[in-house]
């Protein structure tokens, strides 16, 4: 016999992916990365269950607490939680879960990574910055634009469009940016960021940009994924500044 869904939700392990996607969703609103209350973050659960938790509808990232985190399945249908969820969330998360096969998933309309996806380049060039670098080989570009994702067909295109990669820039539209945990793609969210502000800042400059070798931004890529301690001891320190609403 199956477990009730509301006992899923509430269980430990689920308990502390709820606790920290509140956080992650704080801090995103924090950072400025926010839009009004559209975009979502998810996480599956670790229990190879195709079930994921994801922000509500209606409310502001930087009121999220753990309590207004949403339960779902692989359709999108809701299974535990107090609000809705909006329906371009479900097309995307439930079909990058499902078919790219990623744990956490964070989606964002953050100012200086959608301003690369309206260029020629359509994403970031990962061998300027030291900051871009961390993401060589790790980029996946979606040109293709066809409007809002309402339907399951558009949310198994971009989650196809990702593949491998742990970034997607989508076209004229915003990124995706998925890990093996919340803390770890949080930070890549971050500096990600602000990879793309060093770089639309260097464009405006009118100046030519001079990128390093491919085998110079290849070399940082794997010193940074090799050791992800940091990602979680900045995790730590946003919990420290941007404690739960109590509402």
């Known amino acids: 016999m199956s477990a009730h869904p509301d006992s899923l939700s509430h269980s430990r392990d689920t308990l502390a992916l709820r606790v920290d996607l509140a956080l992650a969703l704080r801090a995103a609103a924090h950072h400025g990365f926010e839009e009004g209350v559209c975009n979502h973050f998810s996480v599956a659960l670790p229990d190879g ?3 994921f938790l994801i922000n ?9 607490d753990a309590e207004d985190i949403v339960l779902v399945d692989a359709r999108g249908i809701k299974l535990a939680g107090p609000h809705d969820v909006e329906a371009t969330a479900m097309f995307i998360h439930a079909a990058i879960h499902r078919i790219a096969r990623k744990a956490c ?3 964002t309309h953050m100012p200086y990574a959608t301003a690369l996806t309206l260029t020629a380049r359509r994403g970031l060039d990962t061998r300027l910055s030291q900051n871009a670098m ?13 409007g809002l994702a309402l339907d399951t067909a558009e949310g198994e295109r971009i989650a ?20 093996e945990r919340i803390d770890y793609a949080y930070d890549d969210l971050y500096f990600l960021e602000r990879a793309c502000q060093a770089e639309v800042l260097a464009l405006s400059t009118g100046q030519a940009l001079e990128p390093v070798s491919e ?3 290849r070399h940082v890529a794997v010193q940074v994924q090799g050791e992800r301690l940091q990602s979680t001891l900045f995790f730590e320190s946003l919990r420290r500044r941007l404690p739960p609403m109590g509402r």
């Open 215 to 217: 085998a110079v931004a």
């Open 160 to 179: 196809r469009a990702m593949g491998r990669a742990d970034v997607l820039f989508l076209g004229n539209h915003g990124v995706v940016v998925c890990g």
């Open 49 to 51: 269950s195709d079930r």
């Open 134 to 146: 961390r993401f060589h080989g790790r980029v996946a570009i979606d040109a293709r634009y066809d």
């Open 105 to 107: 998933v964070l989606h």
């Open 56 to 64: 509500p509808r209606g409310l502001h990232w930087s009121e999220v």
